[in-house]
């Protein structure tokens, strides 16, 4: 029996941050996710790949608990969340953070007050004008203008949103960043701003960023570790080089294809 | 567990201050030590880290605000505090969280402006977009093969068909209330009879159409507008353009030629509905039989007045179908767009066909329909 008290979270914890153990998901009878295991460990980069309609964003939307999966088990932090209600889970998901594929910001609020909008529901005792500093440098912090932070997101570039978007997923100083194509849309240049703000976010904060991408520059640049989605499973997780390794056709096609050559090339002249 | 952050003041003999803060330094933990440590003495030489246990980028910021407000020096943090530290002090914090707002007078007198400017607008566009749906109808009796019949039939169903329900409903229900209250207000002069030319000539002549008019401008140009929207917020229509299909002929003709040509129908069924709850109240109420008040009807109904609402409806028609369209072909940016012309084109519909029926009742007694 499960008890109506939150769950509470174990900053000490050491184990995988996220474990998902037998996952199913359907969608009438199309079903997305068979059996599906992941592992993803404390402070990596892990990168998921896999042709479109193979259940990347449903995988995430699974984890962070916007999908109830049919079947599996999903632990975030050690602590199984499947069949708990938002009152429960409410300790663990304070320490995540989440950039959906369009920012997912609140049209009507500045951007500042986009990353005070966590802030104040979770923290609602915390001091107004210290709430608005930390709105103020969170917004720096993600690489934005200073000027950028009194600004709607209608005034907003595409790579600038998904900036504010960061923003808002950093507010709560979280363990663990989910980030959907965050590189989607954005040119070459702002892709691989983009890229480095992960990663140098991610070593400064000791994150965990599980990143959902189809841009190969991304994998080769800042993923520790890939996750390849295809026949309803993850079929393998590793190094690109141990996934080259591997003998799947999937696998050899999307790395060894003209465009996954030219992006592994441009890593070792870097 | 997080540990609530505090801080302890010690003065040394030299007389300089040293915050000792212990604790979590961390969004959970800080509580409202921002305002004790600006409550508190001020200046400090040193703040001391030593016991802090974890820190996230709120405490790092806070330590490292206070510090460089105050000139002192941070001692005692381990590395990755240090670091965090370090990390938030290269970024320079953002100057506001909200725009400056404007000087009220000038905001008033900018809204007053702009509004003034949009109703000019909208008008002039509005007209603009009549007239191209004209020409295009034009082109296509030209080219009679080009109609897009499918479109019109299916049109045809959305807006009249599926609308006779409610439409029905609704009239019989204002029916019931003309002739109730009518009958309750005739009464005192002993002329409850009167209630059926009430009945007769309020519906046919003006209540018939008129909330027929309103119900569609509801039903089917908030639909015009959303639909249109959201194709132009997805780039069909721009789409259409490229390929050289006109929208015009392909979206809004069919819309304009249905709302036109359904709203003289839903009209009169509206006005007969409207006159059967009449009757039936009449019946019930002032024992007037079916069969008298039927033929009461005709004759203190004139002829005049079913040309009346006849000739309105389809006037009624086209301003719901050129406002919903045009409101449509108005979206640009955002989802949130598509919300507010929609609320526009039913607002202005509304608006325009009031406008006009009171045009129309001038005009029709002057002619002699009375």
């Not at chain 2, 001391?48 to 790092?60: F, I, R």
């Not at chain 2, 969280?97 to 809204?111: E, S």
Request: hydrophobic fraction near 45%.
């Amino acid at each position: 029996m499960i008890g109506e008290d939150p769950i509470q979270f174990d900053r000490h914890y050491e184990g995988p941050i996220i474990c998902v153990k037998g996952l199913r998901n359907s969608f009438g009878t199309q079903v997305v996710h068979e059996g599906l295991d992941l592992e993803v460990r404390r402070g990596e980069i892990i990168g998921v790949v896999g042709g479109s309609g193979t259940g990347k964003s449903v995988l995430m939307r699974s984890i962070i608990g916007l999908q109830t999966p049919d079947e599996g088990d999903v632990k975030v932090f050690g602590q199984s969340l499947l069949g708990r209600s938002d009152a429960q889970t409410i300790e663990v998901r304070k320490r995540w953070g989440v950039l959906f594929q369009g920012g997912a910001l609140f049209s009507t609020l500045t951007v500042a007050e986009n990353v005070m909008v966590p802030i104040r529901e979770f923290y609602p005792n915390m001091d107004r004008d210290f709430r608005r500093e930390v709105a103020k440098y969170k917004v720096c912090l993600s690489g934005l203008p200073p000027d950028a932070a009194p600004k709607y997101p209608s005034e907003l570039s595409g790579g600038m949103r998904k900036r504010a978007g960061i923003a808002r997923a950093l507010a709560l100083d979280p363990d663990l960043l989910f980030l959907d194509e965050p590189t989607a849309g954005l040119d070459p240049i702002g892709a691989a701003g983009f890229d480095n703000l992960t990663r140098e976010l991610q070593q400064t904060l000791g994150l965990t960023v599980f990143l959902i991408t189809h841009d190969l520059d991304t994998l080769h640049a800042i993923c520790d570790r890939v996750a390849v989605l295809a026949d309803r499973q993850v079929i393998a997780v590793g190094t690109i080089e141990e996934l080259l390794a591997l003998d799947h056709p999937w696998i050899q096609q999307y790395f060894n294809g003209p465009r996954g050559r030219m992006a592994s090339s441009g890593k070792q002249l870097a | 567990m997080t540990i609530a952050a505090d801080f302890s003041e010690e003065t040394s003999e030299d007389g300089a201050i040293t915050l000792r803060f212990s604790g979590d330094l961390s969004i959970a933990a800080i509580g409202d030590l921002p305002e004790r440590l600006r409550d508190s003495c001020g200046e400090a030489q040193w703040l001391d880290l030593s016991e802090v246990g974890y820190m996230d980028t709120v405490g790092a910021w806070l330590i490292y605000r206070t510090a460089s407000n105050w000139n002192a020096e941070i001692q005692g943090g381990d590395d990755e505090a240090n670091r965090l530290i370090h990390a938030i002090g290269n970024v320079a914090p953002a100057s506001d969280v909200r725009p400056d707002p404007p000087n009220p007078i000038i905001r008033i007198l900018t809204d007053v402006g702009e509004a003034t400017t949009i109703a000019f607008t909208t008008l002039t566009g509005l007209v603009g977009f009549f007239g191209a749906i004209m020409l295009a109808a034009f082109r296509l009796m030209l080219h009679p093969g080009r109609i897009r019949w499918n479109a019109v039939i299916q049109r045809f169903d959305v807006v009249g068909v599926r609308a006779l329900g409610i439409i029905g409903l609704m009239s019989f229900l204002i029916g019931l209330v003309i002739a109730q209250q009518g009958a309750v207000q005739l009464r005192q002069f002993g002329a409850e009879v009167f209630t059926v030319n009430l009945v007769g000539r309020l519906t046919m002549r003006e209540l018939g159409v008129l909330m027929t008019a309103i119900m569609v401008a509801g039903r089917s140009g908030s639909a015009f507008a959303a639909q249109i929207g959201t194709m132009k917020l997805t780039e069909e229509i721009d789409a259409m353009r490229t390929i050289g299909v006109s929208p015009v002929e392909a979206l809004v003709l069919p819309r304009f030629i249905a709302a036109v040509l359904m709203m003289p129908l839903l009209g009169f069924f509206a006005s007969v509905v409207a006159i059967i709850g009449g009757g039936l109240l009449s019946w019930v109420e002032l024992d007037i039989p079916p069969a008298t008040f039927f033929s009461r009807i005709r004759e203190v109904v004139p002829l005049t007045d079913v040309y009346v609402g006849l000739v309105k409806a389809p006037v009624f028609g086209a301003i719901i179908a050129v406002t919903g369209c045009y409101q449509g072909m108005q979206v640009k940016g955002n989802a949130e767009d598509v919300g507010k012309r929609t609320t526009a084109a039913v607002v202005q519909a509304i608006f325009l066909v009031i406008v006009l029926d009171a045009f129309f009742a001038v005009f029709f007694t002057w002619i002699g329909w009375n």
